[in-house]
């Protein structure tokens, strides 16, 4: 099956006015996202941050509760961080990536929450992920703030299609449009029985 990781990306995004901003790297995006990461089999949980001091940040909480003393406080939240890592931009997630599966092509998948073109359905991604000769590795990337920035859209091979529920209003946080995409893509609901 293909290996799937997830990006968090808080540079470059998009801010209220829709000019390019970096966001804060939270606590809670940190641990929240590490937990769908390691409940749904992902591969890495990398957080993109442009900023020395956020990238220290992220560092020290994920030594912390991976090797100080918050490992053996409660080792289910070290067992969920130990896939999270941090880089600089995407050209450095490449190449971990690239190092981590030799030899192995690259699909890069944006999510947004609104339509785009190269839209890609959940459908379609499910089967390819729960194809077990497919030997691709899938880069999932989220953005934070009012989401990722149009020159990183335009460098994706994929556009997730957006999350829709029974209203129009969709601007969920990261934490949760994660979850709910994850479950759609690999959990072990109905759909998971029809797949290939």
């Known amino acids: 099956m293909p290996a799937v990781h997830l ?5 470059p995004t998009i801010d209220k006015q829709g000019d390019v901003a970096a966001t804060s790297v939270t606590n ?3 641990h929240d996202l590490s937990r769908v990461a390691c409940t749904y089999g992902v591969a890495g949980m990398w957080i993109v941050h442009p900023v020395d001091g956020m990238l220290r940040y992220v560092e020290k909480v994920l030594d912390h509760w991976t090797a100080g003393w918050g490992a053996a406080y409660n ?11 941090v880089a600089r931009d995407l050209g450095e997630v490449a190449d971990q990536l690239e190092a981590l599966h030799p030899g192995q092509p690259l699909v890069w998948v944006a999510t947004s929450a609104r339509q785009r073109p190269n839209t890609v359905s959940f459908t379609a991604m499910r089967r390819w992920l729960h194809d077990p000769a497919d030997p691709r590795v899938f880069c999932i990337l989220f953005g934070t703030g009012w989401g990722l920035h149009p ?4 460098e994706m091979d994929y556009i997730l299609e957006p999350i829709q529920g029974p209203t129009p209003w969709n601007h969920l946080s ?3 449009a994660a979850g709910i995409i994850m479950d ?13």
């Open 7 to 11: 990006v968090l990306v808080h540079h």
């Open 151 to 154: 020159c990183v859209l335009e």
């Open 174 to 176: 990261v934490r949760a």
């Open 28 to 30: 809670l995006d940190i």
């Open 184 to 196: 759609r893509l690999l959990g072990l609901g109905r759909e998971a029985s029809e797949a290939p």
């Open 75 to 85: 080792p289910r939240r070290r067992e969920s961080l130990l896939a999270t890592h």
